[in-house]
């Protein structure tokens, strides 16, 4: 019996946090999980978006499953989200971006990984107004952080025998920041002569993307560019009903959805739970129920690829526990 955190977030998260417990369940993995709250829902309880006991939780368990939390615009409490990747160093954040067949997108046979730096860039939160009518944000970079984002990805590249690694930046215009993520990443790429390394300024990776998206690979990433080329990509492979991710480091790895808490679609019962049942693919590949994860990833391909038992973003009618369902009759 594995032992996990379970954080079922705000929005629809409980929903399909849910369908994804029930599928692991359902593929013979007993995993043991311990409910936490974050955000909103931790907020309401105990007057702390990240409590203590939530924090200390993932600690000892190492692992984690996690819905997507509520974060105010431009006012409120600091993302949860941020202030738990910095509490528990996971620096990383890993988003698979793969086609399902069956999805009906504009593009095919795409497979990529996006590993984007988690910790720091402009999402430290370091802001501040110069009087009235300025605001400051600052961007730090360290060749630490750099580095051991690139050599994570490049370690993943060398192990799932991937051809290429592309660095996106824009030293050409943040000599400095962007420069010491580039070079950082440079120095990392020297030590693997066998794997094809290519840099992109940011605004060409992007547009590089959109036109031949199949032509990337592994892809290296500082923050707020990870961000925001991460939700782009899930665009690409049919919206973000359908990519899972991971935020990992040394001493832990929290599996979590790439969407948000979709208000529009929270407690209806209607929103794809793909991104959260493939997280749990993740999660089983992550503590070596490889059999496990594999049986369900085929199960989640061919409940989409037949196209009946699918959530409305997808083209069906069915609802989230329909589609769950569905998965786990066809384990
Ligand atoms: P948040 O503020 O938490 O980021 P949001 O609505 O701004 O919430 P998302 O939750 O990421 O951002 O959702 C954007 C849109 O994508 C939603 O309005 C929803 O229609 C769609 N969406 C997100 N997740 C799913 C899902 N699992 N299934 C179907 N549609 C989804």
């Known amino acids: 019996m594995y032992k996990a955190t379970l954080i079922p977030g705000d929005g629809i998260g409980p929903e399909v946090i849910r369908a994804a ?16 709250l974050i955000g909103q829902s931790a907020m309401a309880k105990y007057n702390n978006p990240l409590p203590e006991d939530t924090v200390s939780s993932i600690e000892t368990n190492r692992i984690a499953l996690k819905g997507p939390s509520t974060t105010e615009i431009a ?3 600091r993302s949860a989200n941020i202030s738990l990747r910095q509490r528990l160093n996971l620096y990383a954040n890993i988003r ?13 046979d795409i497979d990529l990984v996006i590993f984007r730096e988690n910790t720091e860039d402009l999402y430290m939160g370091i802001e501040h107004m110069v009087g009235k009518d300025a605001a400051e944000s ?5 060749r630490d952080a750099s580095e051991r984002i690139a050599s994570m990805a490049f370690n993943y590249a ?5 051809r290429k690694v592309t660095c996106g930046h824009k030293a050409n215009v943040m000599k400095l920041s962007d420069g010491l993520f580039l070079s950082s990443v440079r120095s990392i790429a020297s030590k693997y002569p066998d794997i094809e390394y290519q840099e992109m300024i940011i605004e060409n990776l992007f547009m590089k993307m ?4 199949e032509e990337f690979d592994v892809i290296v990433l500082p923050n707020l560019y990870g961000d925001l080329l991460s939700e782009m990509c899930a665009g690409l492979v049919g919206g973000l009903g359908l990519v899972p991710g991971v935020n990992i480091g040394v001493e832990a790895a929290v599996f979590e959805p790439t969407h948000g808490t979709a208000p529009d679609l ?13 997280c749990g693919v993740m999660l089983l590949n992550h503590i070596g129920e490889k059999e496990a994860a594999d049986r369900i990833y085929n199960s989640v391909k061919r409940v989409i690829r037949e196209g009946k038992y699918v959530t409305r973003d997808l083209g069906g009618s069915y609802s989230t526990m329909d589609m769950t369902k569905a998965v786990i009759d066809n384990l």
């Open 21 to 36: 417990t029930e599928v692991i369940e359902a593929a013979g993995v007993k995993i043991s999980w311990e409910e936490k």
């Open 75 to 77: 006012k409120g409490f």
């Open 96 to 108: 698979p971006i793969k086609t399902i067949e069956g999805v009906n997108t504009k593009y095919k």
């Open 138 to 142: 600052i961007k730090l970079i360290t």
């Open 158 to 162: 060398l192990r799932e025998k991937r």
């Open 210 to 213: 959109v036109m031949n998206p």
């Open 266 to 278: 929270a407690g209806k019962g209607i929103a794809n739970p793909t991104a959260a049942i493939l």
